[in-house]
């Protein structure tokens, strides 16, 4: 097949079994479907096209028209992506936490950059980012927001996308989705896609220390990609089963342990996720099967990852944060010749 487009390009991405990170014989059957392949890098290039491409066709959005969102990351490249295929414009509203790689991704792509400097009052950004974007929808007239945390779009993306995609590909029922959460559209479009066939699957999020979407104290966090500093408009609690916390330090070392198993070099969200099912195992029947989603490349989080200062900084504060579920570990694997 011949796409017409980069963007047409975005989906149908492969589910693996990690049997070597999770050996089906000591535990659950986990099965993780690879959203880092997308062309764009991750499962934020499923909304970006959802929401543009539906814009297009019911005219909210039209040729000229600017596109405005609060991203610092893989949504953002994801729409200045899309935004340069069907011709558009792109302004993504980011603060210093930005990954110089994401920075310098978005800029290659053409999109504008408006970068905010001062901490909202849960010493995050984005309540300041949010304020931003709706001054620069004032002073341009024609504007759309993209607007990730209440758009109804975000969550459908997923639903006929990743969700339908799944549903096709599995070879036999799923007992637990877990999936990591910001917005929440990726978790409950597949929630919603799957119950239809597994009815009685179980959905765990896996947020962030220091995020309040489910109501827990904000505190600092510096991993970006997973939990927020507000509520989002999308969160439908009832619908999500079991929330469980992981600190930066443990998303960390899942990423490490991921790719020194798995050999899949993915981002801090997808650590995020390893690290949970880590916490969950003990609790699962024997035989279950979990279905888990990788959102993003390891590449973008290498700033991060390479900074010996910031590893010891989120080191340190988890050692002093309340007791995760499990013994904190104490230094990341070593890297071998097989991770390298």
Known sequence: MVHDSVASCIGKTPLV?????????????VIAKLELLNPGGSVKDRPARFIVEQ??????????????????????????MVARVHGLTFTSVVDPKISQTNLRILKSYGAR????????????YLKTRIRRVQELLEMMPGSVWINQYANQLNWQAHFHGAGSEIVEELDAPIDYLVASVSTTGTILGLARRLRKEFPRMRVIAVDAVGSVIF?????????????????????????????????????VVGCRDLLTHEGIFAGGSSGSVVAAIRKLEPTLPAGSRVLTLFPDR????????SDE????????????????DVPLPLSIPPRTAKSA
């Open 17 to 29: 079994h990690l049997r070597r990170l999770f050996p089906p014989d000591r535990g659950p059957s």
């Open 55 to 80: 814009g297009l066709k019911d005219g909210t959005i039209r040729k000229g028209t600017h596109l405005v969102e609060s991203t610092s990351g893989n949504l953002g490249i994801a729409l200045a």
């Open 113 to 124: 950059i408006d970068m905010v400097s001062e901490p909202d009052d849960q010493g995050g």
């Open 215 to 251: 109501g827990t104290q904000p505190a600092p966090r510096d991993l970006p990609g997973i939990g927020s500093s507000r509520v989002p408009e999308l969160l439908c609690r009832e619908e999500i089963d079991e929330f469980i916390l992981v600190n930066d330090w443990e998303s």
């Open 298 to 305: 390891g590449e973008r989080y290498l700033d991060l990852f």
């Open 309 to 324: 200062a910031w590893l010891s900084k989120i080191r340190l504060r988890a050692e002093q944060q309340v007791p995760m």
